[in-house]
């Protein structure tokens, strides 16, 4: 009988060996497969804990049962359509005089994916033939690879392939298609373990393209960081990493440029001069004391013309009125700011104190955490211009910053420009799905523009994340209002919109 302490360290074993991780949730599948293991082995758990820290075939039969294999061919078609006219076309012409490429699928799963990108290849590669192209499908589990290499596939598979692929890469055989052979002989599968150091997987600067989808979402940040950073070292400087739809680059690498096109995200790798000048850094990870200041929502929604930007400092402009009345003692300038003491001006709206105390800070360009609350409160005080440079700096230090790319939306919906400010509402989302504002800032732009479906579909899921939160974003990026208050905005937005009570 398996206690709770046996299973506490089995996930753990699992998370280092297979970098696989399984919260509170699936500890009674754990359970499920560890049970069906020991009892096929007629081992203890000591005694499989030992198995498994020496036997790569017991962890490729572990890993068969662990590993979630759904994949189908050209899965998040928006990707594929990036990767021919981006990353193609731009490994093709950085690799002109060699007429080498190498691309990777990493946990290829039965190789839908690996060969998709073979069919594109194929289809779009000026002068295939005279190419040396090696795909290289990666993967734990040995029977996904055994299905990769049989290449036989049920309707299900090609539930997204266009009509032309279906018909010139698959023939069709009693309930199965079966893939062409020129396709089937291009990718390469092999059993490797992405959790693991490989010295040939990832030898430096030997891969043009890698799509690693839906993989590192399984395992815990540690091991998705450590895989983030292998095939950094693996792609050539200006080489593409593509991730699945649900999966980003925050907190596990900077080692990359964060692309939108196609209505899709991927990675370029930085160039060696590019990572040589960037400063390694902590993200922004302010600490806000849990009391929210109060101001109050009109529950009427805004007329249709107004940016969130002027609600914000028509807001503000009564707090600046305030501090006018009542002047603030005058901060002396400093080698680093006073974090505590920021905050604390940020939290009583003393944003031009917030402003001074952090441009006395010498080290500004190097301090993420400085040039946020810089940017909020040039954001807060309408200095837009301003605002939009401290971003700037800020995302020249960490192009994945969610907050950043959200202000930047702010400053574009001021100056009109609609489209824009979506982008970088969309790039905030991508970054963190959890962020609340430029949900609701997205809608409230889709509103302007008329489209009441967009304006409806950010504004629900704006007051659905409203509920969680975390109180130190709202009182960073919520424009002085509180919780209820922008909650109570986006019902009133919503009804003013057509959406039922
Ligand atoms: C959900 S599938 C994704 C397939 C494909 N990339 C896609 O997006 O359609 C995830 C695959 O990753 C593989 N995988 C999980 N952990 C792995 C690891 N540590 N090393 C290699 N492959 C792994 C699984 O076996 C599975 O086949």
């Not at 049970?35 to 039969?61: F, H, I, N, Q, T």
């Not at 590993?67 to 690799?95: S, W």
């Not at 989808?213 to 693996?234: D, T």
Request: proline share 5%.
């Amino acid at each position: 009988m398996l206690t709770p302490g046996d299973l506490t360290r089995f996930r753990a074993l699992v998370a280092r060996r297979l970098g696989l991780e399984f919260d509170d949730g699936k500890l009674g599948f754990l359970s499920e497969v560890l049970e069906r293991r020991l009892s096929a082995l007629g081992l203890k758990l000591p005694a499989y804990e030992d198995l498994l820290a020496r036997d790569a075939a017991e962890v490729s039969a572990l890993a068969e049962q662990l590993t979630v294999g759904e994949t189908y061919f050209f899965r998040n078609i928006d990707q594929f359509h990036a990767f021919v006219d981006v990353a193609l076309a731009a490994r093709t012409q950085a690799m002109s005089a060699f007429k080498s490429l190498r691309i990777l699928s990493a946990g290829c799963s039965s190789g839908d994916e690996a060969y998709t990108l073979a069919m594109l290849i194929h289809e779009r590669l000026p002068e295939r033939a005279s190419w040396d192209v090696r795909i290289t499908g990666v993967d734990l589990n040995p029977r996904a690879l055994e299905k990769a290499r049989r290449a036989r596939y049920p309707a299900w598979s090609l539930r997204e392939t266009p009509q032309s692929a279906r018909e010139r890469w698959f023939r069709a055989e009693k309930s199965e298609f079966i893939l062409d052979r020129q396709i089937a002989g291009a990718v390469t599968f092999r059993q490797g373990n992405l959790a693991e150091e490989d010295a040939l997987l990832w030898a430096p600067g030997t891969l043009d393209v890698v799509f690693c989808r839906n993989v590192s979402m399984y395992f815990p940040r540690e091991v998705a960081a450590r895989v983030m950073s292998r095939i950094s070292r693996a792609l050539v400087p200006g080489g593409f990493l593509f991730l699945g739809h649900a999966e980003n680059l925050r907190g596990l690498s900077q080692d990359f440029h964060l692309r939108h096109t196609h209505g899709t995200f991927y990675y370029q790798r930085k160039t060696e001069e590019e990572l040589a000048r960037d400063e390694p850094h902590e993200g922004a990870a302010l600490e806000f004391p849990q009391t929210a200041r109060p101001r109050e929502a009109t529950p009427t929604p805004l007329p249709p013309d107004t940016s969130w930007f002027e609600v914000i400092q028509h807001a503000s402009q009564r707090i600046a009125d305030l501090t006018q009345r009542t002047p603030a003692p005058r901060i002396p300038p400093r080698a680093t700011f006073d974090r505590t003491q920021a905050l604390e001006l940020l939290r009583t709206e003393r944003f031009r104190d917030v402003v001074e105390l952090v441009r006395a800070d010498r080290a500004i360009d190097t301090d993420p955490d400085a040039l946020l609350l810089l940017a909020v409160s040039l954001t807060n005080t309408g200095h837009l211009a301003d605002a939009e440079a401290a971003c700037r700096r800020l995302l020249a230090l960490d192009e994945l910053h969610a907050g950043a790319h959200y202000l930047l939306a702010l400053g574009h919906e001021h100056n009109g420009q609609l489209e824009a400010a979506q982008q970088a509402d969309q790039v905030a989302v991508y970054l963190d799905p959890e962020f609340a504002m430029p949900r609701l800032h997205a809608g409230l732009v889709a509103r302007r523009k008329g489209d009441l479906d967009a304006a409806r579909r950010e504004l629900t899921q704006a007051l659905s994340l409203l509920d969680h939160e975390d109180s130190s974003r709202i009182l960073l990026f919520g424009g002085g209002f509180t919780r209820d208050a922008l909650s109570a905005l986006c019902r009133a937005e919503l009804a003013a919109c057509g959406a039922p009570r």
